[in-house]
């Protein structure tokens, strides 16, 4: 049982999650000759529950290893700033990649934000390599691994899990199966109909678990995280859901079949539709509770827009800053 207070924690986040990427489709949408944001946009909606439940189930002191739709794992509790991303997603000076990259494609190591690489299920390699460090140093940490379903046909995600279970990492796996890679539906690429169950061929547990249920993937990634940590790991929560946009803004995603889509649609898909069910129906919390989350919610987002749109890009000169120089 968690305390009303991390109900409510968990709401906010998911709320922010889903939020700040409406705004960010907004801008994106609306955007003609003058671009705002220069990159693509990759929204995480209807599996906000994911990020966010399982960011929520680990340390602040424990590392994160993103892809495209970790938005929310990212925000909870501060791991990274939402005025930087932002302003990341708009190729200013004070984004992450100070205008370099956008989107989510950073890191940040201070927060033990794990550089987001570029190559699907390469995260896991690197995952898998400062999991190996950590238990070297015996530092009682444990990295949480996002990938898609899609990530599991790379022969990366082999190597990483046949290592990290080889050499026990203190690694929590979370595939975020939301059955699209792309418009590749599930059952065309991922054979055996069931991620979870490839990690007892690597000598690990595993769960496979509603990833709609934002208090389900808490539980499990809570459960994981407890067993890496003490050298019980790495585990692999597979988390089913729907992706209920395009892979990308650009991508009108009409290969999802009508029925498929109007069945995802449905409120009690919804992560937050069902966590507000269920708070409201257990008396976790009341209506008030729930819209002034709701009103802080949009406090930050509209001061976190407003602050990154007002920075300044990079200055030119600086362009070859930062880059690496060989054959000296
Ligand atoms: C090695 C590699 N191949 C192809 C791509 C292009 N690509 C980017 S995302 C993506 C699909 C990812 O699907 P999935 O892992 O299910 O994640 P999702 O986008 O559904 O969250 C592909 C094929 C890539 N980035 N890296």
């Known amino acids: 049982m968690l305390n009303n207070g991390v109900y409510l924690d968990l709401y906010y986040w998911l709320v922010l999650t889903r939020r700040a990427e409406e705004k960010l489709r907004e801008v994106y949408r609306s955007q ?94 690197v995952a898998a390599g400062v999991a190996w460090e950590i238990k070297n140093q015996k530092r009682g940490e444990i990295v949480l691994a996002f990938l898609g379903d899609g990530a599991t046909s790379e022969g990366f995600t082999h190597e990483a899990m046949n290592a990290a279970g080889l050499w026990k990492l203190p690694i929590v796996f979370v595939c975020n199966n939301n059955q699209l890679a792309i418009s590749t539906p599930f059952e065309k690429q991922v054979a055996g109909g069931n991620i979870a169950q490839r990690a007892a061929a690597y000598g690990f547990k595993s769960a496979r678990i509603d990833g709609t249920d934002v208090l389900k993937v808490h539980k499990a990634v809570s459960m994981a995280a407890d067993l890496a940590r003490v050298g019980d790991g790495p585990v692999l929560v597979e988390c089913v859901g729907f992706r209920l946009s395009g892979h990308a803004e650009h991508d009108a995603a009409d290969y999802i079949p009508e029925e498929i889509w109007n069945e995802w649609k449905k409120p009690e898909h919804d992560p937050i539709v069902k966590f507000q069910r269920y708070l409201i129906g257990n008396r976790l919390a009341n209506e008030t509770d729930l819209r002034e989350r709701e009103r802080m919610v949009d406090e930050e987002i509209a001061s976190a827009w407003e602050k990154a749109k007002s920075q300044p890009f990079p200055a030119p000169e600086s362009s070859l800053d930062d880059l690496f120089k060989g054959g000296e």
């Open 32 to 125: 003609k000759d003058e671009k705002l944001i220069f990159g693509n946009i990759y929204l995480s909606t209807l599996q906000e529950a994911i990020a966010v439940g399982a960011a929520c189930a680990v340390r602040p002191t424990d590392w994160i290893s993103h892809t495209h739709r970790e938005l929310g794992a990212l925000l909870v509790r501060g791991r990274c700033d939402l005025e930087k991303i932002f302003a990341n997603y708009l190729a200013k000076q004070t984004g992450y990649t100070r205008g370099r990259d956008s989107g989510l494609n950073f890191g940040n190591m201070e927060n033990r934000v794990i550089l987001k690489h570029p190559f699907m299920a390469v995260n896991l390699l």
